[in-house]
């Protein structure tokens, strides 16, 4: 055993990840003491590192079943995992001793100093500097991180000829398919050599069956401005898709789209009895109890963004309604124009149950004026991310936001919420994250998108196009 490889484990790792001690194969696992105290500190927290640092722990409790962990405990795949107690080092005078991260680079360089062959692993990019001061080789922890380079956009481009363009399903087509390269549910967007702006988008289905994506069809005055917009209405308005992330910088309209579509499919088509939208907290904390109100009032100012979203969608509505009402009054026609209740009746198909057939049924055509007379109708619902444990959503269009900030524990919790008949979109900004111990890598968005690409579904899009003002487009650019 003495002749195997030591990894010296930093707290930072199995707080990110409880389940790291079973990760290294043929391999001793050194967990210094001081590691195991600054664990204890952190499990009383309310949050995703005490729930990980008190399963570490338990894990490490059954663990003493088998053994002394002072002399090492064989694990079932093969490794030996050991707790190290502090002891003196020639190198105790470079660091101070009072510093939990210096106690630990310690350890690591007493067994240097044994002859055995050790690697600190750590998340924390300081202390891999001083391990280096101290001729200790250092490693950060990779296993579950998804590389920028990596990442999972949901769509590949492809430039075309003309005429190949026009055909109704392109020879690349097949060629992409045959290549077996391609995820269920991932686009390709084809554009002509001599005009880019010359586009068609296919979405992959299997099989090597192609969708023709085009602009979905809308009964409110809202259309896509750019292809990414046009591919993520296609997955937010496909019933078969259960769960979308959308990911990309600000003014790109991932939450804009996904309110409309959420909006449409409840009021209009009602696929859904109601649509629920939650953020993350990060900037209040974790904990929003102390704040005055109820849940709604607490999280009204937090929400604003989501107040702005409808508020534009209402308008817009409500500017076609008056411009067609005038129409068909200049007209002469009555689409059954209801004054006091102001609303059009309209013919709505309504789908046969268990293969029986279909009909139509008149249907008013609701109006909205804000996004507090829906909740108040309980059409929409905003949700603190820290209540929804425990719940299950069913039938639901449910938009959870600024994802990027959540770790991929918590993003778990909440894909487990979702119920029989529910839709989930995940989105936000992996380059914009305000959690320090996440990173674009380790962030609960881009780890769920990497994870779930390829389901039949789930589907992405990387929206890269700012379309909220030119000002918005250069400070992305240029900042």
């Known amino acids: ?249 600000a003014g790109t309209g991932k939450t804009f789209l996904a309110v409309l579509a959420g909006l449409h499919q409840v009021l209009e088509t009602e696929d859904y009895l109601k649509m629920m939208i939650a953020r993350s907290v990060v900037p209040l904390g974790h904990d929003i109890g102390f704040l005055p109100g109820d849940v709604q009032e607490k999280l009204h100012g937090w929400m604003q963004p989501i107040y702005d979203n409808v508020d534009l969608i209402t308008h817009m509505i409500a500017d076609r309604r008056k411009n067609e009402s005038s129409y068909h009054h200049e007209k002469g026609y009555d689409r059954n124009w209801n004054e006091e209740d102001h609303h059009f009746n309209k013919k709505r198909f309504v789908k046969g149950r268990h293969g029986g057939k279909g009909y139509y049924k008149d249907v008013p055509e609701k109006e909205f004026r804000s996004l507090d007379e829906l909740i108040q109708k309980r059409k929409m619902s905003l949700e603190a991310i820290t209540y929804m444990r425990g719940r299950s959503i069913p039938n639901q269009f449910i938009l959870i936001d600024e994802v990027q900030n959540l770790t991929a524990h918590e993003v778990k919790t909440l894909l487990s919420r979702v119920g029989e008949g529910s839709k989930i979109i995940l989105a936000g900004d992996p380059y914009q994250i305000d959690v320090p111990y996440l990173d674009f890598s380790t962030n609960g968005l881009v780890i769920a998108t990497d994870r779930f690409r390829g389901q039949s579904l789930f589907g992405s899009v990387f929206m890269p196009k700012s379309e909220r003002s030119e000002l918005s487009r250069l400070v992305q650019e240029l900042l």
């Open 1 to 249: 055993m003495i002749d195997k490889k030591i990894y010296v484990l930093d707290t930072n790792v199995l707080v990110e990840d409880p389940e790291a001690i079973f990760r290294f194969k043929d391999a001793i696992l050194g967990i210094p003491v001081t590691v195991l105290e600054e664990l204890d500190k952190i499990k009383v927290e309310n949050s995703s590192r005490g729930t990980n640092a008190r399963l570490i722990t338990r894990h490490l409790d059954q663990l003493r079943s088998k053994g002394n962990l002072s002399d090492g405990v064989e694990l079932d795949n093969g490794s030996f995992i050991q707790v190290l107690f502090e002891t003196e080092c020639r190198q105790k005078s470079v660091f101070g001793v009072n510093v939990a991260d210096n106690k630990i680079l310690l350890n690591a360089a007493y067994l240097k100093e044994q002859g055995r062959d050790v690697v600190f692993v750590t998340k924390d990019i300081n202390a891999r500097v001083k391990a280096d001061v101290l001729g200790i080789e250092a490693q950060d922890y990779l296993q579950g991180l998804v590389l920028v380079d990596n990442y999972y956009k949901g769509w590949r481009e492809h430039a075309i000829s003309s005429n190949e363009l026009r055909q109704t399903q392109p020879t690349i087509l097949k060629d992409l398919a045959d290549a077996e390269t391609l995820f269920i549910n991932e686009f390709v967007v084809l554009s002509s050599l001599n005009n880019p702006h010359n586009q068609r988008v296919f979405r992959y289905l299997g099989q090597g069956k192609f969708k023709n994506v085009e602009s979905a069809l809308v009964n409110w005055p809202i259309t896509a401005r750019n292809v990414h917009q046009i591919m993520a209405l296609d997955l937010l308005f496909d019933q078969d898709i259960k769960m979308i992330s959308l990911t990309g910088p």
